[in-house]
């Protein structure tokens, strides 16, 4: 309204057009600025994610190991074991500590990390090999 007003008048008020200026300037930053940070937050999101993504990736199906079922994907998870890479270099002591914790002490994990390294490599029939030997992940007495 002002701005009409003054662009209205016959003869320019030079006193207060630089005001409006200054103004429509501002305004004009401000809408740029909102501009740059809504791109900036919608990167971020993408970037979220995609990082989403990549962490359902890079998890395997535990249960394929002789021994393990949901329960003890479960723990495994919870300790930060969700690939048969990971699986194959953790410790056992660490393992079985958060087994008992959970109340499962009566499972033994020695038997998993063997397995678990041959899955790494890829080696399935080599695991089917070593499965056929296991019973509830442990081997067999003969």
């Keep these: 309204m002002f701005a009409l007003m003054l662009l209205s008048e016959g003869v320019p008020n030079t006193s ?5 200026y200054i103004v429509l300037v501002f305004l004009f930053l401000m809408v740029i600025v909102g501009w740059l940070v ?11 994610h995609e990082a989403k993504k990549l962490e359902k990736k890079d998890v395997d199906d535990l249960v394929k190991i002789e ?6 994907v479960k723990v495994l998870k919870d300790i930060g074991i969700t690939t048969y890479d990971e699986l ?6 660490r393992i079985q500590k ?6 499962l002490q009566m499972m033994n994990p020695k038997g998993w990390i063997a397995q678990a390294k041959l899955a790494a490599q890829g080696d399935w ?12 992940g442990r081997k067999m007495k003969k």
């Design 125 to 136: 029939k080599g695991l089917e090999k070593l499965q056929s030997e296991l019973m509830g």
């Design 98 to 103: 958060a087994l008992d914790a959970t109340g």
């Design 67 to 72: 021994g393990i079922g949901p329960k003890v």
């Design 88 to 93: 194959a270099h953790a410790k056992v002591d």
């Design 16 to 20: 207060l057009v630089w005001l409006l």
């Design 38 to 48: 809504g791109r900036k937050e919608q990167g971020q999101l993408e970037v979220q």
